[in-house]
């Protein structure tokens, strides 16, 4: 009896000792991260005097001294507005891009569909900063070819790398590099359609475009939730590409992202307090409107399904 309570347990326990690995690694690599970040968040160093000698500088307690000093920074509410701004660039622009070639490739007519899927997802594979700084140079009119076209076609030659075309500057990088992620992942949900669905509608008269617009589009809504839940979060932490450009141009300051703001407050000016309680309220920020929009999608499909 004992050795079949022990055989039972070693059998119930297995799926937990496989966990074990990568719970240990969540929580070095995860979880205190962002409990040392929490815990930063309310600290604050105290000087005394001068700030010269032993124990002159000592790490106090702030409470929520730090997350109203953020509240009220202005460079962390226009780095977040013109994040909003290029976000409603990105994100219809390059969602409408990939479920525009996922349904390409669905099409029976395209030919060379696997070399064409892996063109478009070649620049995802791309690393960001590669790809902001190769795009940077061809940004640049003394160094980029369109410029050159440019001039010689007598064609005007905008800026991209100042004011208003800077978003779009921005933009097209991250369209660039994250249309062909968000077109594998529609592709594959267009994939699993069954076939029978298609004969079913052909059978009734409907055209290619009926067909995408009635059938395909609806039965991928839940992969065009998940992507646009992915392109919200990319968004909000954009980083790379600004951070690549701000060599080039004026344009670009320290602080033109919110996690711009961050990277300056800690490794700048080496306040890692405020930084830390900034990184919690963009974290914040990122769960709640992600939360929210997975709220809103699902019951709305909910809704849909009633019906």
């Known amino acids: 009896m004992t050795s079949a309570r022990r055989k039972s347990y070693g059998v119930k326990g297995a799926p937990y000792a496989f966990l074990i690995p990568a719970t240990i690694l969540f929580a070095l690599f995860f979880a205190l991260p962002i409990g040392y970040a929490v815990w930063l968040s309310f600290r604050k160093v105290h000087v005394s005097g001068l700030g010269l000698g032993k124990g002159a500088r000592d ?8 997350y109203t000093d953020a509240f009220q920074d202005s460079e962390l509410l226009h780095g977040a507005l013109r994040v909003l701004g290029y976000g409603c660039i990105v994100v219809p622009v390059m969602l409408g891009l ?5 349904l390409m490739l669905d099409s ?3 030919r060379f569909t696997p070399f064409t899927r892996l063109a478009i997802f070649l620049p995802y594979a791309i690393p960001g900063v590669v790809a902001a700084m190769l ?3 061809l ?18 030659q ?6 208003g075309p800077l978003y779009v500057a921005l933009s097209n990088i991250a369209v660039w590099g994250g249309t062909g992620f968000n077109m594998i992942v529609i592709y594959t949900a267009l994939q699993a359609i069954p076939v029978e669905v298609y004969e079913a509608a052909k059978l009734d008269g409907a055209t290619p475009l009926q067909v995408a617009l009635k059938i395909k589009i609806p039965m991928v809504a839940p992969s065009l939730v998940l992507t646009f839940f992915f392109s919200i979060i990319a968004t909000l932490q954009v980083f790379n590409e600004p951070t690549t450009l701000k060599p080039l141009t004026n344009s670009v300051s320290t602080t033109w992202s919110p996690l711009m703001k961050v990277y300056r407050d800690a490794f700048g000016t080496n306040d890692i307090y405020a930084a830390a309680a900034q990184a919690v309220i963009i ?3 990122t769960l709640l409107l992600s939360f929210g929009f997975l709220r809103a ?8 399904a009633a019906r």
Do not use: I
């Not at 009119?141 to 369109?146: G, K, L, N, R, T």
């Open 283 to 285: 974290a914040l920020a």
């Open 98 to 102: 990939a479920l525009l070639f996922a």
């Open 139 to 156: 940004y640049l009119p003394d160094v980029s070819p369109f410029y050159y076209v440019l001039e010689k076609l007598g064609l005007p």
């Open 59 to 66: 790490e106090v307690w702030a409470g929520l001294e730090n």
């Open 297 to 304: 999608a699902n019951r709305r499909q909910k809704q849909e």
């Open 108 to 110: 029976d007519k395209v």
């Open 135 to 137: 795009w940077g140079f």
């Open 158 to 163: 905008p800026d991209l790398l100042d004011g």
